[in-house]
């Protein structure tokens, strides 16, 4: 299957970042930017009262260079990946896109796995992708 890129340069895009940030009050943009620990705090704590969330405004543009350098580039596309995660996670959307036919259904069968698969995909949706990317180029495909 072939995936596009949005971003035209790095992984993970700014533009992506500011959208999840308008709900980042709940740790969207952190997790998408990699960073599950901190995206698990403003989750609990409504982005640490708001103070944290408005911090983070100015915080994007050095976690998307972080997640640009962090995660292996290739076919499938981080942003589009979490926009599958973030809205339709819960049926699987995003596992059918990379693939994961098996889990895919899984996830539609049974609200992603009763939302705790979907949680588990928000702590390593990234590293699942980036190492997809580096399986591809050690195999060749």
């Known amino acids: 299957m072939n995936h596009t890129n949005i971003s035209s340069e790095g992984t993970h895009s700014k533009l992506i970042g500011y959208l999840l ?35 983070d405004l100015f915080l ?3 976690m998307d260079r972080q997640a640009d350098l962090r995660f292996q580039a290739g076919p499938i596309n981080y942003s589009l990946a979490w926009l599958l995660l973030t809205f339709l996670g819960v049926l699987g959307i995003h596992r059918f896109y990379q693939e994961k036919w098996l889990t895919g259904i899984l996830y539609l069968c049974t609200f992603g796995v009763f939302g705790l698969g979907v949680l588990y995909d928000f702590w390593t949706l990234n590293d699942q992708i980036s190492m997809r990317h580096t399986e591809r180029g050690i195999f060749g495909g």
């Open 21 to 55: 940030w308008l709900f980042g009050f709940l740790g969207a943009h952190r997790f998408y930017y990699g960073k599950p620990v901190t995206g698990t705090i403003w989750f609990f704590t409504f982005g640490l009262l708001g103070i944290g969330w408005l911090i």
């Open 60 to 62: 994007i543009p050095a």
